[in-house]
């Protein structure tokens, strides 16, 4: 098993063709087709099906690509170490919601870009949940979500602050100045959704006991911070959301909480995946992380140094 060979299986699978497959790594298509095939000879089983809808992994080659992706990995950072000069460095894979993405990862970026120039962090918002599996099969190299703190097989997960959430609504909404109100109150209500996959979007929608059925509450499905803040303002609807990212729109009045307390609490935290090998670049930022998590705790703004 040569790290060539992986690198060809590796990047089929992510892209479901050997001819896209061989442009991304600059080679040609027989030669990629050669790597998964000596690959596959050298393991004694099939690594991946043609189909007309593309190349797929069997199921020997979804047991594969995580070490897969863990072998390439390691390979590149044992490339880089015997040229550092003991500064972290390297590329980071970071999977989000789109709510943390401005308010809360923006700022660690702002630290690593000046206390660590040569990692290059890359974030991937909107991937929610499915961020987790991400991270397992090696196609992240680590998750921040939203929820209720939860373990995951085979990964490590650290709380690095609690995240309160409002219900927001317009300030001329018929429940924003009800006083408390139930989730019976909720279900006729249309729902905006800022992060749809995310983990407190989930625990949500499952405390007002909303499923699939055909009188459920209209859903707007924005994946948005953005947008879903300005259709509430608009009137149309109530969005559950971090009380971070909307803080200045609360203060000027142009939303408005409704006061319904959830049933759970929500925490952000970061999700990795246990490897025996540490990594330098990853290890930065999930500490830099932490210190800002604390800094917007204290109230704080972060000096940069």
């Not at 089983?45 to 797929?56: H, I």
Request: aromatic fraction near 4%; hydrophobic fraction near 40%; include cysteine.
């Amino acid at each position: 098993m040569e790290t060539p060979q992986l690198d060809a299986f590796v990047a089929v699978v992510d892209i479901g063709s050997f001819t896209r497959a061989a442009a991304r790594l600059n080679l040609s298509q027989p030669t990629i087709t050669s790597r998964v095939k000596s690959l596959e000879q050298g393991l004694g089983v099939t690594l991946l099906e043609r189909l007309p809808s593309g190349v797929r992994p069997t199921p020997a080659g979804h047991q594969l690509l995580p070490y897969a992706r863990e072998i390439i990995s390691l390979t590149g950072r044992a490339r880089h170490a015997i040229t550092s000069d003991g500064q972290p460095h390297g590329s980071v894979e970071v999977g989000t919601v789109e709510s943390l993405t401005s308010y809360r990862l923006l700022p660690m970026v702002e630290y690593l870009y000046r206390r660590f120039p040569k990692i290059q962090v890359s974030l991937h918002a909107g991937a929610g949940t499915d961020a987790v599996a991400a991270v397992r099969d090696g196609r992240l190299d680590c998750a921040f979500v939203v929820g209720p703190p939860e373990e995951h097989e085979g990964l490590d997960t650290e709380v690095l602050c609690p995240e309160p959430m409002v219900l927001v609504a317009h300030p001329d909404h018929l429940l924003s100045d009800r006083g408390r109100i139930s989730g019976d109150d909720l279900r006729s209500t249309p729902i905006i959704r800022a992060d749809s996959r995310a983990g407190y979007q989930i625990q949500f929608e499952r405390a007002l006991g909303l499923g699939d059925e055909p009188d459920r509450p209209r859903v707007f499905e924005l994946d948005s911070i953005d947008a879903a803040k300005r259709m509430v303002a608009l009137g149309m609807g109530v969005a559950f959301i971090p009380l971070v990212s909307v803080e200045r729109e609360l203060a000027e009045g142009t939303l408005a909480t409704i006061d319904w307390v959830p049933p759970f609490e929500t925490w952000t935290q970061v999700v990795r995946r246990r490897t025996p090998t540490p990594n330098a670049a990853l290890e930065a930022l999930v500490s830099a992380a932490v210190e800002v998590a604390a800094e917007h705790l204290d109230g704080r703004v972060l000096a940069a140094s």
